[in-house]
Nanobody, 115 residues
């Protein structure tokens, strides 16, 4: 599985961005997908995840503001980010994983929230 994330950029506080992570090389639908982020000087943390069946979970810090979704026909997972805050600034990574323990990371995309 190869993952390519894109959609990051500079946005003002209160703005929105949509991140995309496109998969190639394997059957996308069999993988749970997640978005993680890593801010400078901090550990990488889970932002949102979506199972193969479409169940979702979110970090408390983004609940109500971020939405994860997937389009298996397009082999793509999305992260819609609304009401962005400066503390959302980080490099965002996508992850494909299976319960067997197999996982793949995509390259990161930088999100900067600043006025």
């Amino acid at each position: 599985v190869q993952l390519q994330a894109f959609g990051g950029g500079l946005v003002q506080p209160g703005g929105s961005l949509r991140l995309s992570c496109a998969s190639s090389g394997s059957i996308f639908s069999i993988y749970a997908m997640g978005w993680y982020r890593q801010a400078p000087g901090k550990q990488r943390e889970l932002v949102a995840a979506i199972s193969t069946g479409g169940s979702t979970n979110y970090a408390d810090s983004v609940k109500g503001r971020f939405t994860i979704s997937r389009d298996n026909a397009k082999n793509t997972v999305y992260l819609q980010m609304n009401s962005l805050k400066p503390e959302d600034t980080a490099v965002y990574y996508c992850l494909a994983s299976r319960t067997s323990g197999t996982y793949f990371w995509g390259q990161g995309t930088l999100v900067t929230v600043s006025s």
